[in-house]
């Protein structure tokens, strides 16, 4: 009776277990279930796929202002003097 008992405990803890992982990374696995699904779908073609546009990470293209421009018709001049030498570096 005891095996019976323990063999009942492990199954539901898997079930518990299993029902957790579903509920916490759902839609990281709805994600992986739909590309699988696309892979294995003989009519599917990416080319016809309609593609989402997403908004740029960093929305102005020129940050921090170039220092070695006149900053008279610039409406927020930079914080730092145009007649240092330090240039500026952009992280790609």
């Not at 016809?48 to 421009?69: C, F, G, M, V």
């Not at 930079?78 to 330090?86: A, G």
Request: charged fraction near 15%.
């Amino acid at each position: 009776m005891g095996a019976i008992t323990a063999a009942v405990i492990a199954i539901a803890g898997v079930v518990v277990g299993w029902i957790t992982i579903e509920i916490a990374c759902k839609p990281c696995l709805e994600k992986g279930r739909e590309a699988i699904d696309h892979s294995l779908n003989p009519d599917y073609d990416p080319d016809d796929a309609p593609t989402t546009i997403r908004a740029p990470l960093y929305p102005n293209p020129n940050p921090s202002p170039d220092l070695h421009e006149p900053t008279h018709n610039h409406p927020n001049p930079p914080l730092v003097s145009s007649s240092t030498s330090h240039d500026v570096i952009k992280a790609v």
